[in-house]
Nanobody, 115 residues
């Protein structure tokens, strides 16, 4: 019922910034929460940031103060602004949407932080 498309990943130097975007389509009105997860090789997928339709946010301790999640309800889009990037931020980042107790997933966008 929900389709998610991420964009904005790429290669960036340590200390640099990237902004990821996630556009949702389908049964948009049913979504009450969206967010970003990431998964590095050999690591478990972890929650990076989440946001409710009302604007409440939540962050992993590892990204607090560096990342910011925001949403544009009119455009059905969620963003992840990533600043002061570190090599350990390298991962595939996945957009999620929660609707009726089910998590939908995007295809992922790769972020590589390297000099």
């Amino acid at each position: 019922q929900v389709q998610l498309v991420e964009s904005g990943g790429g290669l960036v130097q340590p200390g640099g910034s990237l902004r990821l975007s996630c556009a949702a389509s389908g049964s948009i009105s049913s979504i009450y929460n969206m967010g970003w997860y990431r998964q590095a090789p050999g690591k478990q997928r972890e929650l990076v940031a989440g946001i409710t339709r009302g604007g409440s946010t939540d962050y992993a301790d590892s990204v607090k103060g560096r990342f910011a999640i925001s949403g544009d309800n009119a455009k059905n889009t969620v963003f992840l602004q990533m600043n002061s990037l570190k090599p350990e931020d390298t991962a595939v980042y996945y957009c999620t949407a929660e609707s009726r107790g089910y998590h939908y997933w995007g295809q992922g966008t790769r972020v590589t932080v390297s000099s």
